[in-house]
């Protein structure tokens, strides 16, 4: 069996600079009140508990974006 061939693709940007699409304090302060960051039930299984965990990990993403972008206009 031959091993499976690996393409190893570099980005050319990195996606927090000048090229990330303008990011609006309203949607993340939206995107917070969804998904907000508050400690899991302990009655939530592992899969739900990591899936919430993404959902934040992405929202505070966005919000430090939106920060990035902020301080840039300033």
């Known amino acids: 069996m031959t091993e499976p ?3 190893i693709l570099h980005q050319k940007d990195h996606p927090t ?4 699409p303008p ?3 309203a949607l993340v302060n939206r995107l917070e009140e969804i998904f907000p960051d508050r400690c899991p ?4 299984k592992d899969r739900e508990i990591w899936y919430r965990c993404g959902q934040v ?3 505070r ?6 920060e990035e972008q902020h301080k840039r206009r300033q």
């Open 41 to 44: 039930q302990l009655t939530a």
């Open 61 to 66: 993403y966005l919000r430090r974006i939106h």
């Open 5 to 7: 061939k690996v393409e």
């Open 23 to 25: 990011v609006s304090e």
């Open 57 to 59: 990990d992405i929202v």
């Open 17 to 20: 600079d000048e090229t990330f």
